[in-house]
């Protein structure tokens, strides 16, 4: 089991109701989960208790079998935004989690980020800065920052949410081939339907707030996968379904 | 392409300058008294003649005294900023202190400084520092202050330190608002030295002037104060080159 949650609760201090309530669900290694939900739901509140950015009321999580509290770079962080630092060059900025972990020579570094930059398609761009790249290729070195954590656990927050559609379908279709290459565990929160159901093995539904379970749906399509997939009727039904729940959601709020 | 507009931008400030100086100077003929109004070219004559006292003893002067001050506003500004932005007490209790510091008019009590530290440079010294310090402890600690949540909380998952998340990410964000704190500090402290020469000097190109006054030589009196701001933009252009050269990412925040 790479991760699991155990009956966690949390509730933001602002509030007077619980975001979270007794919730428990597990991701096996090397699956790819996305989880949906409407605009405040807090799906993201549950990524933010997995990193360790919040700590929740009650409950545990364990990620490897183990309590978070006692690990360190356990799990690679995406959020929405690149957050990509404008001051560091490409190469210097995947080069951060390596400088904060430590313990590594300037030469190994540099081979390490070199590596990564080639593996996401930015060979060469090392010496350039975030703001000369377009915003798909600055997701991409996002993501070669993320992966070079050296955590086996993705979590990716909305990373292409913020990119226009032709470069977000395109990103899409990178990384499902980045992930049924090197198969790490990746947990994914989209709000977009169609995007969860071309990448995940299963979805997760936040089909209420406070959060007391996530809905298991399956997608049945087999991996490695083609665009044209998305129009097989069982899968039109599903993504109709699941449209639907969201939406019902949207009026009740 | 940038270049060239920012040239024809100043076309406009050059002709209002040449203007002036041509009014000033058919004024200061029509009046026809140089202790009262010297004319631009008497000032310039003038300026060349002492050129030798000028040159060797009284711009070396004030340039100690703005350079010890500059120093020690630095060295207090940033620590202050620091100390103030790590703990939340010593913000709360050191920043209206910073604020009231500011309404005390430092010229008109400066006399006393002449009293304790007598005629030599510190007297001129703490009136520098009085008037430099506060931009820089203000603008560098918004500086620090401006550095994003999300990329401290993007470090924190990678198990970052609070040391590395000051040096990694509070630095280069306050690093343009550093470059904006001495743009401000250089003439604030030539001005702070000249005003404290003024008060009482044996050298320096304030207490040059005020000589000048006494003795009548209007042009004498204009002479270092034309040296003085030309001096401050100097130091004001080579600041900025030096800025141009560190931070290249300007804007992009």
Redesign the interface.
């Known amino acids: 089991m790479m991760l699991e949650l155990r009956g966690v609760t949390y509730r933001y201090p602002s509030e007077d109701f619980d975001t979270l309530q007794n919730l428990s669900f597990s991701v096996e290694e090397g699956e790819f989960v996305s989880i949906i939900g409407v605009s405040g739901c807090g799906k993201s509140t549950i990524f933010r208790l997995i990193?360790?950015?919040l700590s929740p009321g009650a409950g545990e999580i364990l990620v490897g079998g183990h309590p978070v509290e006692r690990q360190?770079?356990y799990?690679?962080?995406m959020?929405q935004?690149d957050?990509l630092?404008?001051?560091?060059t490409v190469g210097e900025n995947l080069r951060?989690?390596l400088?904060?972990?430590g313990g590594l020579s300037r030469s190994e570094m540099r081979a390490q980020v070199e590596g990564m930059l080639a593996e996401v398609g930015l060979p060469g761009c090392a010496g350039k800065?975030?703001?000369e790249l377009s915003g798909g290729m600055r997701q991409r070195a996002a993501f070669g920052r993320t992966a070079l954590?050296g955590s086996k656990l993705l979590l990716l927050d909305e990373p292409f949410s913020a990119l226009d559609f032709l470069t977000r379908v395109s990103m899409q279709e990178w990384l499902l081939g980045q992930w049924q290459r090197h198969r790490q565990t990746v947990l994914f929160i989209t709000h977009d339907v169609e995007e969860a159901i071309f990448l995940s093995g299963r979805i997760l539904v936040v089909d209420s707030t406070p959060i007391r379970q996530l809905t298991e749906v399956p997608v049945p399509l087999p991996y490695p996968r083609e665009r044209t997939m998305l129009s097989r009727p069982g899968v039109v039904a599903l993504r109709e379904r699941l449209l639907d729940s969201l939406r019902k959601q949207v009026k009740e709020g | 392409m940038k270049q060239h507009i920012s040239n024809r931008g100043s076309l406009p400030a050059l002709i209002l300058v040449a203007l002036l100086l041509i009014g000033w100077q058919a004024a200061a003929m029509k009046v026809n008294a140089a202790y009262i109004i010297p004319s631009p070219t008497q000032i310039l004559t003038r300026l060349w003649e002492l050129r030798v006292p000028l040159f060797t003893v009284h711009l070396p002067a004030t340039m100690l005294v703005t350079a010890v001050g500059l120093l020690i506003s630095l060295l207090l500004g940033l620590t202050l900023a620091v100390v103030m932005d790590a703990f939340p007490l010593a913000r709360k209790s050191l920043y209206p202190i910073i604020i009231a510091s500011q309404t005390i008019p430092t010229t008109a009590i400066a006399p006393l400084f002449v009293l304790w530290f007598g005629y030599g440079i510190w007297s001129k010294v703490l009136v520098t520092v009085l008037i430099t310090f506060f931009p820089i402890v203000i603008t560098v600690y918004d500086g620090f202050q401006s550095a994003k949540t999300e990329m401290e909380e993007l470090l924190c998952t990678y198990g970052a330190t609070r040391i590395q998340i000051f040096c990694k990410l509070k630095i280069p964000t306050a690093l343009p608002y550093f470059f904006s704190a001495i743009k401000m500090a250089i003439p604030m402290s030539i001005i702070g030295a000249a005003i404290g020469e003024w008060l009482g000097a044996q050298s320096g190109l304030g207490y040059f002037s005020r000589r000048m006054m006494t003795q009548l030589d209007g042009a004498g009196v204009f002479a270092p104060i034309v040296l003085l701001s030309a001096v401050a933009m100097l130091l004001a252009a080579v600041a900025a080159l030096v800025e141009r050269a560190v931070i290249r990412w300007r804007g992009e925040l």
């Open positions: 990193n360790r950015l360190k770079q799990c690679g962080y959020p935004r957050l630092f404008p001051w560091r951060l989690p400088e904060i972990r800065y975030p703001g954590t």
